[in-house]
């Protein structure tokens, strides 16, 4: 009699640990909904942050260029005007080129689809999340550039130039 209790009492606490626990069946289709989620809202969630990016480059050109609009003669570097440690979103710093008054335009300027510098008076522009850059706005290595062109008239991705 005692055993048939022993025994009986042992199948019970085995089918309840069974119960109790998840079928594999169950953990693959709860890690495949959690997957496919994942995999919706990641792509314009990476989006937005590369837009907020972007747009947090166009306001700190905006603001060099600005500075820079206001004085009378352009200074060596950012330096002299306060943000020479100013970063893109990327960690690089940004590009400053002053152009000579007297002087012909460099060929380091920034230039158009048509070989035509974008600026006269000086170039402010972040070489964007790859880091690299080329004077052809056209050039693979420049297309993510964030630049001011048309004297501050156009502060935006190269692409859009």
């Known amino acids: 009699m005692q055993s048939k209790t022993i025994s009986r009492a042992r199948r019970r606490a085995q ?3 069974l119960r109790r626990a998840f079928t594999l069946i169950e953990l693959i289709s709860v890690v495949s909904i959690i997957g496919f989620l994942a995999g919706v809202t990641a792509p314009p969630f990476l989006d937005s942050i ?4 972007v747009a947090r480059a166009i306001g700190d050109i905006r603001a060099v260029a600005q500075d820079l609009a206001v004085l009378d003669s352009l200074p ?4 002299d005007i306060g943000r020479g440690d100013l970063r893109d979103p990327w960690g690089n710093p940004y590009v400053y080129l002053p152009f000579p008054e007297d002087a012909a335009i460099p060929g380091a300027a920034r230039k158009d689809r048509f ?9 402010v522009y972040s070489m964007g999340p790859n880091g690299a850059s080329v004077p052809i706005l ?3 290595a420049s297309r993510d550039d964030v630049v001011a062109g048309n004297d501050g008239g156009f502060i935006g991705l190269a692409a859009k130039y």
């Open 15 to 17: 089918s309840t640990s």
């Open 50 to 53: 590369d837009k907020a990016k």
């Open 76 to 79: 060596a570097s950012l330096n």
């Open 115 to 123: 070989n035509v510098p974008i600026n006269v008076r000086f170039d």
């Open 138 to 140: 056209t050039a693979a």
